[in-house]
């Protein structure tokens, strides 16, 4: 059985992430995620992924830490996540701190998507260069690991290195919150193993896959699944998939091989448009949860 969420960016123009948030523990969602940019460069050199025209909300989106706060206060039980946090972007004994607190403060509801990102000149403005983006996020998050971990952590790293230091509040849950990889290259799957805990991809459905290629998730949750037990890994990996529009058989072929985190799409609008579009997938979700 399959745990199911909502991922909208959270802009400034759209529904509250406070009224949001209230939604869809009302209608009985286990999580909600937001996507981040700090901005955008006006330059927009960098092509985006998802086609030609960049939509607005990437550069009015709410920080995802302060709008998930402000989510997790008006709930009870539903978790709150990103979706994803862009680790190239984010100084780690800041994000540490920023990540341990708001687990500490929502008793353990914190879920870390992540991800290195694609603009090039938007990353450059943060002091990383495109090519070293997936060794900077890999120190990163090792380095937020050994903070949320140790009492008196030091790291000493290529692009992360400091002497012992006392950071606190520790997370929550033990370890730490768990640490989705949203990525798919050839290379994901040992980063998972290394230092993840589960895989984050985005849902493509026809029209995406006939664009960029189809991907292939039930080979991409073996690869991983080999590369958790080459490593040496405890337990399980996590598998949480966003971007999955109302459809029954997209849900019911992704919970068939093996996704136990559904998370489905909504636009950045108010709420007049928002709500009934989660009332519709809150029925959607109701086929699947008998």
């Not at 862009?86 to 607190?101: F, G, N, S, Y």
């Not at 459905?205 to 006939?210: V, Y």
Request: contains cysteine; aromatic residues 12%; hydrophobic residues 40%.
């Amino acid at each position: 059985m399959a745990d199911f969420g909502l991922l909208m960016f959270p802009a400034d123009y759209a529904i509250s992430p406070q009224n949001l948030a209230q939604a869809a523990e009302a209608h009985g969602f286990e999580s909600l995620f937001f996507p981040e940019h700090t901005h955008i460069p006006v330059s927009r050199k960098s092509p985006w992924p998802g086609g030609s025209d960049l939509p607005k909300e990437y550069w009015h989106c709410h920080d995802p830490f302060v709008a998930l706060t402000a989510a997790a206060t008006v709930t009870k039980d539903l978790k709150v996540g990103t979706g994803i946090a862009l680790i190239t972007e984010r100084d780690p004994i800041v994000m540490a701190k920023q990540a341990a607190t708001l687990d500490f403060l929502s008793e353990g509801r914190l879920i870390l998507g992540i991800g290195a990102g694609w603009n090039a000149e938007e990353m450059g403005n943060h002091g990383t260069a495109f090519d070293n983006r997936w060794k900077v996020l890999r120190e990163r998050i090792m380095a937020m690991k050994t903070i949320w971990n140790q009492e008196e952590p030091e790291f000493h790293g290529q692009f992360v290195d400091f002497d012992p230091i006392w950071s606190y509040p520790k997370p929550a849950q033990s370890g730490g919150p768990p640490i989705l990889m949203g990525a798919s290259s050839k290379y994901t799957y040992k980063r998972i193993a290394e230092y993840c805990d589960g895989w984050f991809p985005i849902y493509q459905d026809q029209a995406r896959a006939s664009a960029s290629g189809a991907l292939d998730y039930a080979e991409g949750m073996k690869r991983i699944h080999e590369a958790w037990a080459e490593a040496g890994r405890e337990g399980k990996p996590q598998f949480s998939i966003f971007g999955v529009g109302p459809n029954p058989e997209a849900t019911e072929y992704l919970m068939e091989i093996g996704f136990d985190r559904i998370i489905y799409a909504l636009p950045p609008a108010d709420a007049e448009t928002v709500l009934p579009l989660i009332q519709n997938y809150a029925r959607l979700k109701e086929q699947f949860s008998r």
